[in-house]
């Protein structure tokens, strides 16, 4: 099973972009899916997680209101539409399938993680 994450680059602050993730080997019916983002020297954190089939999001705090997480089910794919971007969301993200069907905002239960896309944001 591979996740495959994509989307990240080089954007000014204020910018927008959209990550998508999407799953080889098996499909994400029956997963909640989520994002997590590690930044240099940071540890690794939640941003956010979708439920199945898709009716229940979950968001960190700093990014609710500027992010959205969303799923294709039929494409099997997960994206996580990000706007209004701060330098301080300039990380490392990985896409996650949770062993679950209900948001979640830890790692405690991820059953699978994507390679990673790299956002940067300069001031």
């Known amino acids: 099973v591979q996740l495959q994450a994509c989307g990240g680059g080089l954007v000014q602050a204020g910018d927008s972009l959209r990550l998508s993730c999407a799953a080889s080997?098996?499909?994400?019916?029956?997963?909640?899916v989520g994002w997590f983002r590690q930044a240099p020297g940071k540890e690794r954190e939640f941003v956010a997680a979708i439920s199945w089939p898709g009716r229940n999001t979950y968001y960190r705090g700093s990014v609710k209101g500027r992010f959205a997480i969303s799923r294709e089910n039929v494409k099997n794919m997960v994206y996580l539409q990000m706007n209004g971007l701060k330098p301080e969301d300039a990380a490392v993200y990985y896409c996650?399938?949770?062993?679950?069907?209900?948001?979640?905002?830890?790692?405690?239960?991820?059953?699978?993680w994507g390679q990673g896309t790299l956002v940067t944001v300069s001031s």
């Open positions: 996650a399938a949770s062993r679950g069907s209900s948001v979640f905002y830890s790692d405690d239960n991820i059953r699978y």
């Open positions: 080997g098996r499909t994400f019916s029956g997963d909640a």
